[in-house]
């Protein structure tokens, strides 16, 4: 769209609703959207979604699936209907790259990037990440590529209020949301944007992400503080205002999550099998230990995991074995008769005291 046309475009989004649906009805013609071919547009399945989450009055109207309301299968802009892909391309070559958010147009991009291509066409069922529509103002970048809008990130700034509902602000720069067309993906845009991200903030001792990261997000980002080691101790997973008893370093989660994987099996009361013994020789050998010699279930012939294994004592004839054992009620019984005479020895010292 031009930009001449801004003025025009921003005043047909905030029109007489019912007059655009009348407009909207007898500019309609036939559509091809993918998949389907032929689409009649009918006032029955035309209905308005707001474009910001702080201002309900400017809305795009949107023509929905007759059989599934929550698919948008073209929106109405400049006196036509468009298909969503056909929304978020451009003919500006200079458009490339991470380019600020800040005409109405872009606006309008953000928004079908966020709510429809991602919130409609490509999020699973199983997805349990929705982005409502961001705000009015939002602090936003898109990644333009090969023409066409392939992905975004917004950014809630160090200062600026959490929410409408309370007077907290961010105590540090916070990556809200970021999304990635499926047709753009395993192409390092994510990672370029988060590095973008980082490198917006180089004074910034701490910056965040928002709380909860998605799996996908965790991945980016191991990959990125992987190859950036000097961002590891700055970026944080926070919860809004991002206090740091509302913050966890990333690195050392991922660390964690590697070292105590969460399907990890819990060790559980169990009955002891034949193999216990030689495991709990093999932990002891693992902390510099050998194991004692009446453990071991038969004659070691070398080494137990890095340790030396001492060799069994020599075999005895039952004579000896007979002596040994005799003899050791009567040492068990000096040592006890030692002891009892220690104790008298102390009473009579006390009296003789008293």
Same mark, same amino acid.
């Given at each position: +769209? ?12 905030? !029109?007489?609703?019912?007059?655009? +649906? ?55 802009? !400049? ?13 500006? &070559?200079? @458009? ?17 990037? !966020? ?8 999020? =699973? ?8 529509? $961001? ?29 409408? $509902? ?50 996908? +997000? ?9 190859? $950036?080691?000097?961002?590891? =101790? ?6 809004? &205002? ?6 966890? *370093? ?12 969460? *399907? ?33 279930? $038969?004659? &070691? ?23 040994? @054992? ?10 006890? =008769? ?6 008298? =020895? ?9």
């Amino acid at each position: +769209m031009k930009d001449e046309n801004l003025g025009n475009l921003e005043t047909e989004l905030c !029109n007489n609703q019912p007059k655009r +649906m009348e407009e909207a009805f007898s500019a309609a013609e036939d559509l091809s959207a993918p998949g389907q071919k032929n689409i009649k547009i009918e006032v029955s399945s035309m209905s308005f979604l707001p474009l910001y989450r702080d201002d309900k009055e400017c809305c795009l109207l949107v023509y929905t699936d007759p059989q599934d309301k929550n698919t948008v299968l073209a929106i109405y802009l !400049n006196n036509f209907w468009w298909i969503p892909q056909d929304v978020i391309k451009t003919s500006d &070559p200079f @458009r490339e790259g991470l380019k600020q958010v800040k005409t109405l147009q872009e606006r309008i991009v953000l928004f079908v990037l !966020n709510c429809i291509i991602f919130g409609m066409l490509e999020r =699973s069922l199983t997805h349990d990440t929705v982005f409502v529509p $961001h705000p009015k103002k939002e602090d936003a970048r898109i990644f333009w590529k090969s023409g066409e809008a392939a992905a975004f990130y917004t950014i809630r700034r160090k200062g600026n209020l959490c929410d409408g $509902h309370t007077s907290q602000c961010y105590l540090l720069p916070v990556l809200d949301t970021m999304f990635v067309q499926k047709k753009f993906r395993r192409r390092g845009l994510g990672l370029q944007m988060l590095q973008d991200f980082c490198q917006s903030f180089p004074s910034e001792d701490a910056v965040g992400l928002s709380c909860p990261l998605s799996t996908e +997000m965790e991945k980016v980002c191991q990959k990125f503080l992987k190859t $950036h080691p000097k961002e590891q =101790s700055r970026v944080w997973e926070v919860e809004a &205002p991002g206090d740091w008893t509302q913050r966890i *370093n990333i690195w050392l989660k991922i660390q964690l999550e590697q070292s105590f994987p969460k *399907n990890a099996a819990r060790s559980s009361p169990r009955p002891k099998g034949k193999d216990d013994e030689a495991e709990k020789g093999q932990i002891n050998t693992s902390l510099g230990c050998s194991p004692h010699l009446e453990t071991l279930p $038969h004659k &070691p012939t070398g080494h137990l995991g890095d340790c030396k294994v001492a060799p069994d004592l020599p075999s005895q004839s039952d004579e000896l074995q007979v002596q040994f @054992r005799a003899e050791e009620p009567k040492q068990l019984k000096r040592r006890m =008769s030692r002891e009892e005479l220690a104790k008298e =020895s102390v009473v009579k010292h006390l009296r003789t005291m008293s």
